[in-house]
T-cell receptor
Framework: GAVVSQHPSWVICKSGTSVKIECRSLDFQATTMFWYRQFPKQSLMLMATSNEGSKATYEQGVEKDKFLINHASLTLSTLTVTSAHPEDSSFYICSARQSGGGYGYTFGSGTRLTVV | AQTVTQSQPEMSVQEAETVTLSCTYD???????LFWYKQPPSRQMILVIRQEAYKQQNATENRFSVNFQKAAKSFSLKISDSQLGDTAMYFC????????????????FGKGTLLTVNP
């Protein structure tokens, strides 16, 4: 079955530094990938939609300059949290839609970011 | 904009019993897709079941089935013979097709229902 690998699974960084999270589709091509943020005991909040080879589409209220998304290939999308602050601490999840795969999505296992 | 409402923040059920999780949604679309996802303590999102709105027949996947009432905009999940491994957060989600306003396959999630299966 379709597998999405997300790395790292957890990361601790110092305030002011940048952190990159990778999302890879291992056995399929993903034309569209989604990045979510999830606070404890809450639902998934869509941050942005990334399409291979084009600029990401950000949801209202999400800072484009803070959360940089790159979808350079059909199997890789990255989310970079720039100049991280403690309020950026959260659980980040990516999901990928298979090109020509109907309406199926596969989620990564998530990344727990802690900014100290 | 679409909204998805899960009115039960938490539920519990005894092992081997049946439980139903509620979900309602609001949309002006005629064709769309509905999903139930499970998020266990590992936090990995797992697709439980999917329903296409144009299909009148309710979807079933082993112990999981849905009651899809299109007119009422209701999409409940029934779990039969509950197992300890069913303990998780369950999210109802809505998606409208790509050709409907350029939604680009976005999922809209409800707030979730935390289900605990007791031994």
């Amino acid at each position: 079955g379709a597998v999405v690998s997300q790395h790292p699974s957890w990361v601790i960084c110092k305030s002011g530094t940048s952190v990159k999270i990778e999302c890879r589709s291992l056995d399929f091509q993903a034309t569209t990938m989604f990045w979510y943020r999830q606070f404890p005991k809450q639902s998934l909040m869509l941050m942005a939609t990334s399409n291979e080879g084009s600029k990401a589409t950000y949801e209202q209220g999400v800072e484009k300059d803070k959360f940089l998304i790159n979808h350079a290939s059909l199997t890789l999308s990255t989310l970079t949290v720039t100049s991280a602050h403690p309020e950026d601490s959260s659980f980040y999840i990516c999901s990928a839609r298979q090109s020509g795969g109907g309406y199926g999505y596969t989620f990564g296992s998530g990344t727990r970011l802690t900014v100290v | 904009a679409q909204t998805v409402t899960q009115s039960q923040p938490e539920m519990s059920v005894q092992e081997a019993e049946t439980v139903t999780l509620s979900c309602t949604y609001d949309t002006s679309e005629n064709n769309y897709y509905l999903f139930w996802y499970k998020q266990p303590p590992s936090r990995q999102m797992i697709l439980v079941i999917r329903q296409e709105a144009y299909k009148q027949q309710n979807a079933t996947e082993n112990r999981f089935s849905v009651n899809f009432q299109k007119a009422a905009k209701s999409f409940s999940l029934k779990i039969s013979d509950s197992q300890l491994g069913d303990t998780a957060m369950y999210f109802c989600a809505f998606m409208k097709p790509f050709n409907s306003g350029g939604s680009n396959y976005k999922l809209t999630f409800g707030k979730g229902t935390l289900l605990t299966v007791n031994p």
